[in-house]
């Protein structure tokens, strides 16, 4: 799930789906079989230890969105909010980290564009 709703594979996928009206796009099988999802070796403790970490923060936004969905005051929905986007940024943070992608690679990102160079796209797998 961090994978599926990271940034850096939102990005990935809008480079090369359907785009629809108003900014949206299709996230069709047919687009989702062609992610790159990332196979950890689990003999490798560092990758290990960094799946587990995002494992543990996508936890953590599996409690947290039901919470912020449920607040009832404006203080609640706020707190929960500024979690999720803590949470958000820690687990593309994390993504980055797993995929290898440069300082400026990530900008693009962040920007919200798909305009990775080709080949370091390639050199990632994707």
């Known amino acids: 799930m961090g994978?599926?709703?990271s940034k850096l594979l939102d990005a990935y996928l809008?480079?090369?789906s359907s785009p629809f009206q108003h900014g949206y796009y299709a996230y069709n099988r047919q687009y989702i079989e062609k992610l790159p999802i990332r196979t950890i070796n689990f003999k490798d403790r560092a990758e290990k230890a960094l799946h587990d970490k995002l494992c543990g923060l996508v936890e953590q936004m599996l409690v947290a969105r039901p919470k912020c969905a449920a607040a009832r005051s404006?203080?609640?929905?706020a707190f929960y909010e500024n979690m999720c986007a803590a949470l958000?940024?820690?687990?593309?943070a994390l993504v980055y980290e797993l995929y290898g992608l440069t300082d400026e690679?990530?900008?693009f990102v962040e920007a919200e564009t798909a305009n990775l160079n080709?080949?370091?796209?390639a050199?990632?797998?994707l």
Do not use: V
């Not at 404006?74 to 929905?77: A, C, M, Q, T, V």
């Open 123 to 125: 050199e990632l797998g």
């Open 3 to 5: 994978l599926l709703n």
């Open 14 to 16: 809008k480079s090369f």
């Open 88 to 92: 958000d940024r820690q687990i593309d």
């Open 105 to 107: 690679e990530i900008a």
């Open 74 to 77: 404006d203080k609640d929905r």
């Open 118 to 121: 080709p080949a370091r796209l």
